[in-house]
């Protein structure tokens, strides 16, 4: 169709251009002929033009036709002029004799019929011709071959070909026709038959016995019409229930959806109690889910009056009893949330409630250790944690936490539930308030603590820093009594009091060996490094000291780290069989001697050279800059005389930052960071084709395929090779009809060639429709 | 094709027992009841189910949500979505000619946590993004792990021998239990493990089990060497090398024995027939095999370690360390390792392709008297002067896991094949437990403990035997621990009951697997990694010799637009409007790096910075 309409404009095209010829043509000949008729009267010609000339210089009618001013009868035989007639020249009128003619009647329909006949149209050029012949002839191929492109791919990926490539068995033949030609002839097999025989049981045809066949045969139309029924009306149900559910959760509504949840907790709850009458095992389930629930609310800060919101309604809660109140049905949730659910018999839950608390978390860290199984940095926490305290100092309980403990678990006692919230509530606001100070004073303290390294700095610092702790202290009581609650007073007084040895704990400690010694236990529990922080439990929210801590630990110098590592004291072996050499020696002497070890390490100094060495490394790995600085260029040279500090940063280009070394965080650990070029001449260099990040490479190369590694079968199937021939067979090219495709691609040349602008989507789905057939 | 059972299919076996009939048709938004699944199907209990279980059972393979085996554990839903091209069919049920099914259809499940071990490739690392043709090569990889690893899973079954280790009766102590009660409780044929051998006269003993535990080689300090089958008892070879035998050392078979002596070191068959005499390795205090290498290492008093390959009697390293006499030296049984223990409390490790220590951990405050590492390579236990022992993790970090301070230094140290840890200390010999294999024993009871008759001088666990070897000045104690070593040996690697044909056919194998030396490293799993550094670098030269990057991002050309649309003002607009969003992009990123730069750079700077600075001058 297109190329008709084309053909038609080009056409249009054409005539149009023809007649501007004509008139092109008849422009020059009509001033010619008019200075032929008119030779004398050539002056007024002359200004007539330049009147003209003049007059369309405004550039309006520039280029008006030239006009006959006078008729002209003479009609040339070469010309057919209309002009000066006013009307135009039509073919019947030429047709028309004089006077009418029957004999013209034939010829006149004969023109007629021509007349309304279209022209013909012109022949598309050559190239327009070849263009298209070249756009069906590509069409066509592509068709053809686009549809091996399935086969192709599927080739590609397979895990192995074999050639010659052969058809698949797709049909089995069914077991009775196999059975059919079987016939019993040992006794054995014929009495077997016999036996099969009697009760029945199916032989040619193995899959249903008679009665089954006699169950196939029951169904009913009637039944199958029920059946369906049942089915629809099934599919029904579930699409209304999904048309509701969909509705439901596009309500918007807060307080629809707070009423749904509410009623599906109490729901849960009320099924979780007949639950538990019903089936106490699947209530420990149900036990189970909810006290992972109220960890994931106790780990996340959601109720916590720590988001935006709270804090904003914190802002308001002194003047808005809204906000107050919003704010502690935050916290009541939080409780709620938080609270164990105590499921216990009748006859134990008499028992004190502390006793629940302490145990149950026992229980819970204990199956923590349990699923971390291998995890030797958990297992090692555990065992510092409990044994190192226990065995170490089970004199000193950490009091204050208990004190805290007891103390919150009285007011909730006495108080009602209100009134500990509003509690709860200021006092998280003095202890944010009271981190903050903490954090404005927490350098201060914890930078005296680690410079510890350069003992004699310590010792002039000493008596600085107890000033300072004084002040510090009365400073930040002065502030927390105008903050402050009776409560908090309680608490601020308590947390000094820790902190002081603290602070001051650390300057002394490396001093001396003596004191090194005394000191010994304390370290070891409140060692930063090693082993590893103990673990404040359950309380980290309320202990005041948490806070202090934290900065603390992360805050480490590496002089400090190492003499940790090293000083610390282990606990001792107790073995039953002591060794000879030893074992007269009472605890005194035994002490003396590891006073006497201790003194005798003293002198070398095996850190500090340690220390240096890594340093050193540190140093010679670091990429060095390149000076090209030319003395003397630009300046005054000679001896004694020094490019300008200017020149040389000009000139001196940096070497760029090298990615951190290991051992940045390892104070004891020297890592060679030099690249191993043997063991790098047999890794891979070249990332394969498909693949364009080396890590996608790396992961299929993650497995072993020796035998060593793999079982055989798994080691076969790994190294099975991707082609496999066969010998003295011919490979012939792969055919349409070994494919499962059928030879008929004349249907789809017919489709391309009808309408060869269709896309190709729609093409390849006839295509797939094509193999699928 | 097997896979490990996920929950996403499983045999559906449950639809032939009687009370898998459905009463009421399940919704998806319901608990699935049981694991009948296929919700298209409400209405009465049918008779003719038989019918249906075909199509059903097609439909359960996708959709059934729960599986009857293992419901604990899942593998990551990643792998659960790939399915086999081939179309994995399970086995259905199988009438046999009785019409009886079985009531266990298909495979018998695999232990996840079992399958787990085997899975090699690190699904935690995060992937750049792939064209999809990588992606189904991707999907291949991981199907292939998850099958050889349900395959390996399987074969566990055939480790018929199971650990088990000495149990006290509540509240009693094992190490109270002397070596005699054990013998006395054990069969016979395992008290005949436990011996004593009575050599006073020529001085500390050092002992060597051979690879498979089949045969002991032990030197005395006054020049005697001996090995036997200590099995059966039966004396190989027994000399005299008139000197001071410093180690002795099993090479990959019981067939050849070094032996460190005071001048070289030298080489002798299992009759006693002096092979070689290395001089190239003088006065070599220590002794490491490495098997699958064949090399010898050799630690010497010149403070020289030498590796001398066995096979072609090359030397193939020697590197000095720098630390003065070396007498600590262990190997690390996972990637080859050889760690060095130093006079001033370092340890260092080494790989002959590299001439300095790969690693230098700072141990103990004085000088290092013995290093142990365990089988997996996870921990290495060290004791230094200090009487301090320690248990390091090698797993990078290097840091000490647990600490102990002994009556006495551990002199020597020894980890068995599962993990239990045994240390001399004078004349007695203190054996500590982890909790499961490869596990870190805690330093706190011994496990067991003897005394010998003279101070220890050598140990080591006797593999694939529940024995422990020790040398003392009196002679050589094998002690009976339960527990200590691995239960199940591979017969193809190192069969304890192999024949001398055997022996020969499994030395021709291991010489033509045999690892290069220079594959030793740190991270042996490295070398799976793709050389980052030179494919840059390759990729930089041919941009180079190109001129332009061919795998750069084409700059982006907008297409002009029809219907008088594409006015070249347009196009350039448009141009420009993608060109300055990258480059927005670009500047935002590079602030977001300065920023946190900055922030890092502040953090040590407020460190440094203390108010009381301004004291110091």
């Known amino acids: 169709m297109q190329a008709a309409e084309m053909n038609a404009i080009r056409a249009a095209e054409g005539l149009l251009a023809l007649s501007q010829q004509e008139e092109l043509v008849d422009l020059p000949n009509c001033p010619l002929s008019a200075s032929e008729d008119e030779g004398d009267s050539d002056g007024e010609r002359k200004h007539q033009k330049l009147l003209e000339s003049i007059g369309s210089l405004n550039g309006k009618n520039r280029w008006k036709l030239a006009e006959r001013s006078e008729a002209s009868l003479k009609v040339s035989e070469f010309n057919v002029s209309s002009e000066g007639s006013g009307e135009k020249l039509v073919l019947s009128d030429l047709l028309e004799p004089v006077k009418s003619s029957s004999s013209l009647a034939a010829v006149k329909k004969q023109l007629s019929r021509v007349k309304s006949k279209k022209a013909v149209e012109l022949p598309l050029n050559k190239e327009e011709v070849e263009r298209i012949h070249r756009e069906i002839a590509f069409n066509k191929t592509s068709q053809t071959l686009s549809k091996w492109d399935p086969i192709v791919l599927k080739n590609r990926q397979a895990e192995q070909l074999v050639f010659p490539l052969e058809k698949k068995q797709s049909d089995f033949v069914p077991i009775e026709h196999v059975f059919s030609s079987w016939k019993p002839r040992t006794p054995l097999e014929q009495e077997v038959f016999n036996l099969l025989h009697k009760n029945k049981q199916p032989v040619t045809d193995p899959l249903l016995t008679p009665m089954e066949k006699a169950s196939l045969k029951a169904m009913s139309l009637e039944e199958a019409k029920m059946r369906r029924a049942e089915l629809q009306r099934a599919r029904a149900l579930q699409s209304y229930y999904e048309a509701r559910a969909r509705r439901e959760k596009k309500i918007k509504s807060k307080k629809y959806h707070k009423i749904v949840k509410k009623g599906k907790a109490k729901k849960a709850l009320k099924e979780f109690e007949q639950l538990r009458k019903v089936n106490p095992i699947a209530a420990m389930e149900e036990l189970e889910k909810i006290e992972k629930a109220r960890m994931m609310e106790r780990m996340s800060l959601k109720h916590q009056n720590s988001g935006k919101w709270a804090k904003s309604k914190a802002i308001m809660a002194k003047y808005d009893l809204e906000a107050r109140q919003a704010m502690q049905e935050q916290l009541a949730k939080n409780k709620e949330l938080t609270q164990k659910l105590q499921v216990v018999s009748e006859n134990e839950e008499d028992k004190g409630a502390e006793e629940e608390e302490l145990l149950v978390p026992d229980v819970v860290n204990e199956v923590q250790m349990c699923a971390d199984g291998p995890n030797p940095w958990m297992l090692r926490n555990c065992n510092s944690d409990a044994k190192g305290e226990i065995q170490e100092e089970p004199e000193q309980p950490p009091k204050p936490m208990v004190q805290e403990f007891s103390e919150s678990e009285d007011d909730e006692r006495t108080g009602t539930e209100e009134e500990i919230l509003l509690q709860e509530f200021e006092e998280r606001r003095s202890l944010r308030k009271r981190s903050e100070l903490n954090q404005d004073a927490e350098p201060v303290g914890s930078q005296e603590t680690k410079d510890s390294s350069s003992q004699e700095v310590l010792t002039e610092l000493k008596a600085l820093t107890q000033k300072l702790n004084k002040k510090k202290h009365q400073s930040r009581k002065q502030k927390m009594s105008s903050a402050g609650t009776v409560l908090q007073i309680q608490r601020e007084e308590c947390a000094p009091e820790e902190e002081e040895p603290l602070l001051l704990q650390r300057p002394e400690r490396a001093q001396t060996l003596e004191d090194l010694e005394d000191l010994g236990h304390e370290e070891f529990s409140q060692n930063k490094e090693f082993p590893r922080p103990v673990l404040k439990g359950e309380q980290t929210e309320r202990n005041p000291n948490n806070q202090i801590d934290a900065p603390k630990g992360k805050k480490k110098e590496e002089m400090i780290d190492l003499q940790n590592l090293l000083t610390t004291k282990s606990p001792s072996v107790k073995s039953l069989a002591i060794p000879t050499a030893i074992e007269e020696l009472e605890d005194e002497e035994e002490k003396h001697q590891k006073q006497i070890i201790k003194e005798a390490f003293a002198g070398d100094d095996v850190i500090k050279d340690f220390l240096k060495e890594k340093k050193e490394a540190v140093e010679a790995s670091k990429p060095k800059d390149v000076d090209l600085t030319l003395p003397g260029w630009g300046e005054w040279g000679g001896i004694g005389l020094k490019p300008s500090a200017k020149k040389r940063r000009r000139f001196l280009i940096k070497a760029p930052k090298g990615p951190p070394r290991k051992d940045k965080n390892l104070p004891n650990v020297i890592i060679n960071e030099k690249r191993n070029i043997h063991a790098a001449a047999h890794q891979v260099r070249v990332l394969p084709y498909p693949f364009t990040h080396h890590k996608q490479f790396e992961r299929t190369i993650q497995i072993p395929i020796g035998s060593t590694w793999n079982t055989q079968r798994a080691f076969q199937k790994l190294t099975t090779p991707r082609v496999v021939t066969k010998p003295g067979h011919i490979i012939k090219p792969i055919k349409a009809e070994d494919v499962g495709y059928s030879s008929s691609s004349k249907l789809d040349l017919s489709v391309t060639q009808s309408n060869p602008k269709r896309p190709t989507g729609h093409r390849k789905k006839q295509l797939k429709k094509n193999t699928v057939d | 094709m097997e896979t490990v059972p996920r929950p996403g299919r499983g045999p559906q076996s449950k639809k032939n027992k009687p009370q898998a009939k459905r009463k009421k048709p399940r919704r998806y938004w319901e608990e699935e009841t049981a694991p009948t699944a296929a919700g298209a199907s409400p209405g009465p209990p049918r008779k003719r189910k038989n019918l249906e279980l075909g199509r059903h059972r097609q439909k359960n393979s996708h959709s059934s949500k729960k599986s009857w085996l293992s419901k604990k554990s899942q593998f990551p839903r990643k792998s659960q979505e790939q399915k086999q091209p081939g179309g994995e069919k399970k086995p259905g049920p199988q009438r046999s000619l009785s019409g009886f099914q079985d009531p266990f259809p298909g495979p018998a499940p695999v232990p996840e946590e079992v399958a787990r071990k085997f899975c090699r490739i690190d699904r935690s690392k995060e992937l750049p993004h792939s064209l999809p043709k990588t992606r189904s090569k991707l999907e291949v990889a991981e199907r292939v792990e998850e099958e050889i690893s349900a395959k390996a899973a399987r074969s566990e079954l055939l480790l018929a021998e199971e650990p088990g280790f000495l149990e006290g009766e509540d509240g009693e102590d094992t190490a109270t239990i002397r070596q005699a009660d054990i013998v006395e409780a054990v069969d016979i044929a395992s008290a005949a493990k436990h011996f004593d051998l009575n050599l006073r006269q020529f001085g500390p003993y050092r002992l060597n089990y051979s690879r498979t535990g089949r045969h002991l080689a032990f030197g005395g300090r006054r020049g005697h060497v001996a090995a036997l089958d200590w099995v059966t008892k039966k004396l190989m070879c027994e000399i005299n090398v008139m000197e001071a035998v410093r180690d002795i050392r099993f090479l990959h078979s019981e067939a050849l024995l070094a032996v460190a002596q005071n001048r070289w070191l030298r080489i002798y068959d299992n009759q006693g027939i002096e092979l070689h005499c290395i001089r190239r390795c003088d006065r070599v205090t220590r002794l490491e095999f490495l098997p699958f290498h064949f090399l010898l290492a050799t630690a010497s008093e010149t403070g020289f370690l030498t590796y001398l390959d066995v096979s072609v ?70 004791s230094g002067l200090d009487h301090q022992l320690k248990i390091f993790d090698l797993r990078g970090t290097f840091r000490p896991l647990s600490a102990r301070t002994l009556p006495q230094g551990a002199g020597h140290l020894a980890f068995s094949q599962r993990g239990l840890l045994a240390a001399g200390m ?71 009951y192999r024949s001398r044909k055997q022996r020969q056919e499994w030395e021709v194998k291991a010489l033509l697997e045999k690892v290069p030396a220079e594959l030793i490293c740190l991270n042996p799993r490295a070398l799976a990694e793709v050389d980052v550094i030179s494919l840059e670098q390759r990729k930089k030269e041919r941009t180079e010799r190109l001129g332009f990057d061919p795998e750069a991002k084409v700059p982006f050309q907008p297409k002009p637009k029809r219907k008088g649309r594409g006015s070249t003002a347009s196009l350039v607009k448009r141009k420009k409007k993608v060109l300055d969003q990258e480059h927005r992009d670009k500047v935002r990123q590079s602030l977001e790096q300065q920023q946190q730069q900055q922030q890092q750079q502040a953090k040590p700077a407020g460190v440094r910075l203390s108010a009381l600075d301004r004291f110091v001058r």
């Open chain 2, 426 to 496: 004078g004349d007695v010999v203190n054996i500590w437990v982890g909790r499961g294999k490869a596990s870190l024993p805690p330093l706190e009871q011994p496990y067991l403990t003897h005394r010998l008759a003279g101070p220890v001088h050598s140990l080591q666990f006797c593999p694939f035997e529940d024995v422990l070897g020790v040398g003392h000045s009196g002679g050589i104690t094998s002690m009976l621990v339960p527990g200590a070593a691995e239960p199940n040996f591979d017969g193809l690697e190192s069969n304890p």
């Open chain 2, 313 to 382: 009697g090359k030397i193939v390293a020697a590197l000095n360390a720098r630390a003065g006499r070396l007498n600590v030296m262990a190997q690390n049984p996972y990637n080859a390792v050889i760690h060095l223990g130093h006079s001033n409390g370092t340890v260092s490790l080494w790989s002959p392709s590299v001439q300095e220590p790969l690693v230098k951990i700072l141990c103990h405050r004085g000088g290092l008297q013995a290093v142990a590492v365990d089988s997996t390579g996870t921990y290495m236990a060290t």
